[in-house]
C-alpha cells in the first residue's frame, strides 16, 4: 500500500472515490483523524484526514448500512474515553473498514510547519548551501494528512 501523496503530481486540490475508513482517532476534544483508504490509479493508497467532529458526523452518516451502528460507536467512544488520543479500528474480519458509498471527496494537501531561523545565527559554511537546500526541499514536502474541502454524493438513476 502506497502513500496517496505521494501519487499526486503536484499540491492542488483533487477528488477522491471509493473510501474506507480503517480507523478512527479521536486527537482531542476538538478534532478527530480519520485513517482511510482509496484506489488512486488503479493502486490501493492510504492517507489521514484531519476533520472537526461535525465533519466525521457527516462522513458517517454517509456509510450506507453502517452509519447508524457507527454513529452510536463514536458517540459511546466519546462519552467515555479518558485519554487522548483515542482509537477506533476497522480493519479486522469482526470490523471490517467501513466504505463510504457513491461519495467523492475533495481533498487538501497539508505541510508541516516551517521554522524561521534567526539571521544572526550565522551564515553556512561553504558546501553547506547545497545539503541545506535539499533538507529544505524535505520540511516543505506536503503531509500524508489532508483537509476535508467539500464531500459530493452520486445520485444514480
Known amino acids: 500500500m502506497e502513500r496517496l501523496i505521494d501519487a499526486l503530481a503536484d499540491d492542488a486540490d483533487f477528488f477522491v472515490e471509493h473510501v474506507q475508513i480503517t480507523a ?4 482531542t476534544t476538538d478534532d478527530v483523524t480519520v485513517w482511510a483508504t482509496t484506489y488512486f490509479d488503479n493502486n490501493l493508497h492510504f492517507f489521514h484526514l484531519g476533520l472537526q467532529f461535525p465533519a466525521l458526523d457527516l462522513l458517517l452518516r454517509l456509510a450506507g448500512e453502517r452509519a447508524e451502528a457507527l ?3 463514536v458517540a459511546e467512544a466519546l462519552a467515555t474515553v479518558t485519554e487522548w488520543p483515542c482509537l477506533l479500528e476497522y480493519t479486522t474480519e469482526e470490523k ?3 466504505p463510504l458509498p457513491n461519495v467523492a471527496m475533495k ?3 497539508t505541510y508541516p510547519a516551517t521554522l ?3 539571521d544572526d545565527e550565522g551564515e553556512a559554511e561553504e558546501g553547506e548551501d547545497e545539503e541545506e537546500s535539499e533538507d529544505d526541499d524535505e520540511e516543505i514536502a506536503p503531509h500524508n494528512i489532508f483537509y476535508l474541502e467539500g464531500v459530493y454524493l452520486r445520485l444514480e438513476p
Do not use: G, T, W
Request: charged share 30%; glycine share 0%.
Open 96 to 98: 471490517p473498514p467501513v
Open 24 to 27: 478512527i482517532v479521536f486527537d
Open 71 to 73: 454513529q452510536e460507536e
Open 107 to 109: 481533498l487538501a494537501c
Open 116 to 118: 524561521v531561523e534567526d
